[in-house]
C-alpha cells in the first residue's frame, strides 16, 4: 500500500516570528523527522515577518505587486532552507522549486520541503495545489491562531472558535483574494476553493501547539478547526 501524504503549510508566523525560532524550529524538526517514514510528509514554508518587511519596503518604493511577490517568494524559500538545516537526512536536502520537482523528491525522501512558486499565489495555494496533485489525505495549516473563528480573534475579543465547518463556510470566513502580496489570513481564499473542489480535509491548528500539530498530522486529535465537505 502506498503511504499516506499529508501536506503542512507552516505559517512563517510560527516558523521566524522572533520569539524562541531557533528552539522551535529544532523541536519542529525533530516532531516532523520522527512523524516521516510512516507516512509522507510535504511541508510549505510562509513567509512571515520578514517576507512582509521587505514587502511594506519595496511598496513603499512603487514596485508593483508581481515585484514585491517575487521577493516574498525568496524569502519563503529562504525560511524553507533554515527549517531544512534542522531537519536531518530524512528530508530531500533541497528546498523544491516547482511541484514536479517536489513529487520527484519524494519517491526518494519521505520529507520534501518547499515555499513559494510563482507570483498572485500564497503559500496557503501552493499547499492546496500541490496537495491535489499528490492526492493528500489531508492538509495541514500550522498558524498563529488555534484554529478558524467567526473573526479575526486578534481583532475582536467576541469571536470564538469553531471545531468543525464546511469548504463553504471557510469561504466566506476567508472573504476574497486581496490580489495585494503578502496578505495575512487564517488560509488563503484560493486554496480553500482548491481544498473544496479537491474534497481534501483540511484541519487548522496553532503551529506551535505542538501536540495539537501532530494529532492533526497523524490523523488523532487536536484543538483546532476541521474542515471538510
Ligand atoms: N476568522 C479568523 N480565524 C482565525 N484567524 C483569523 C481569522 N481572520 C483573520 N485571522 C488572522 O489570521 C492570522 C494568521 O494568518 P497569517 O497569514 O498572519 O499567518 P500565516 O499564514 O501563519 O503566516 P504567513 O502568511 O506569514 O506564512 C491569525 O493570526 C489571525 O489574526
Ligand atoms: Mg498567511
Do not use: C, W
Not at 498572485?120 to 491535489?132: I, N, Q
Not at 473563528?149 to 476567508?174: F, G, K, N
Not at 481564499?189 to 474534497?199: N, Q
Amino acid at each position: 500500500m502506498p503511504l499516506e501524504r499529508v501536506v503542512i503549510s507552516l505559517g512563517g508566523s510560527i516558523l521566524v516570528p522572533g520569539e524562541g525560532d531557533a528552539e522551535y524550529l529544532q523541536t519542529l524538526a525533530s516532531l516532523l523527522a520522527r512523524l516521516a517514514g510512516e507516512r509522507m510528509l510535504f511541508l510549505v514554508t510562509g513567509g512571515g515577518r520578514p517576507a512582509r518587511s521587505y514587502i511594506e519596503v519595496g511598496r513603499a518604493l512603487g514596485l508593483d505587486e508581481r515585484a514585491l511577490d517575487e521577493m516574498g517568494i525568496v524569502v519563503t524559500r529562504l525560511n524553507a532552507r533554515l527549517l531544512l538545516q534542522a531537519l536531518g537526512p530524512k528530508a530531500s536536502p533541497s528546498v523544491a522549486e516547482s511541484y514536479e520537482e517536489a513529487e520527484e523528491a519524494g519517491t526518494r525522501h519521505p520529507l520534501v520541503v518547499m515555499g513559494g512558486v510563482r507570483v498572485s499565489l500564497t503559500t496557503d495555494g501552493v499547499a492546496a495545489e500541490l496537495a491535489e496533485r499528490l492526492q493528500a489525505s489531508r492538509i495541514v495549516n500550522a498558524t498563529s491562531v488555534d484554529g478558524v473563528y467567526t473573526a479575526d480573534p486578534h481583532r475582536d475579543s467576541h469571536a470564538t472558535r469553531i471545531d468543525r465547518m464546511s469548504y463553504e463556510e471557510l469561504a466566506v470566513i476567508a472573504g476574497e483574494p486581496t490580489g495585494l502580496a503578502g496578505p495575512s489570513m487564517v488560509f488563503d481564499p484560493h486554496a480553500v476553493r482548491v481544498v473544496k473542489r479537491a474534497a481534501i480535509p483540511l484541519i487548522v491548528v496553532h503551529g506551535r501547539d505542538l501536540a495539537s500539530l501532530e494529532g492533526a498530522i497523524v490523523g488523532g486529535d487536536f484543538v483546532g478547526t476541521s474542515i471538510g465537505a
